[in-house]
Nanobody, 121 residues
Framework: QVQLVESGGGLVQPGGSLRLSCAVS????????MGWYRQAPGKQRESVAS???????NYADSVKDRFTISRDNAKNTVYLQMNSLKPEDTAVYYC???????????????WGQGTQVTVSS
């Protein structure tokens, strides 16, 4: 059974920082990508940051130079360091993993339950 559990969300003032963590349980033959998505009230889910199996990263324009995605393979954990937070960053943040549990299976999306990030004074 695969589970993704996010933590680290909360209330922070504009300009502040938070670090989100996503602990992944369950083994994988390979992980193609890991990433973070967010969804604000009344808006579509959007990709925030991703990191591929080879280590390449990608960021939404709105978070470039402020957010950093990283992973610790030994701990099966992916992180999102968020600095210089703005009110428009307020959303539920979801962890995502695209991976194969067996070599003969195709990549499958796995999602965490989400963690709330609120940026407000």
């Amino acid at each position: 059974q695969v589970q993704l559990v996010e933590s680290g969300g909360g209330l922070v003032q504009p300009g502040g920082s938070l670090r989100l963590s996503c602990a992944v349980s369950g083994s994988f033959f390979s992980i193609d990508a890991m990433g973070w998505y967010r969804q604000a009230p009344g808006k579509q889910r959007e990709s925030v940051a991703s990191i591929t199996g080879s280590g390449s990263t990608n960021y939404a324009d709105s978070v470039k130079d402020r957010f950093t995605i990283s992973r610790d393979n030994a701990k099966n954990t992916v992180y999102l360091q968020m600095n210089s937070l703005k009110p428009e960053d307020t959303a539920v943040y979801y962890c995502n993993v695209v991976g194969r549990r067996r070599s003969w299976t195709q990549g499958t999306d796995y999602w965490g339950q989400g963690t709330q990030v609120t940026v407000s004074s």
